[in-house]
């Protein structure tokens, strides 16, 4: 398992800091964005918003995987 410094600068390069759901629901194998939601919303993911757009940290999505992969083994 990577570090995380190593996991946040070697994952989703290509992304901004700090993404919006569509960009989220990319990053996690193309899911629905009613799912992303429910992540958001069920307290699976931190996130954040600005008026009536949500934003969610890069790491935030990093630290949600690295979750799920300590459940699977």
Known sequence: MLKPNEA???????????VNVKQMCEMLGGISEKTGYRLLHGGEIKFFTIGRSVRIPKIHIIDYLAVIENLNV
Do not use: Q
């Not at 994952?11 to 901004?16: A, G, H, T």
């Open 8 to 18: 946040y600068r070697l994952l989703f390069c290509e992304y901004p800091d700090v």
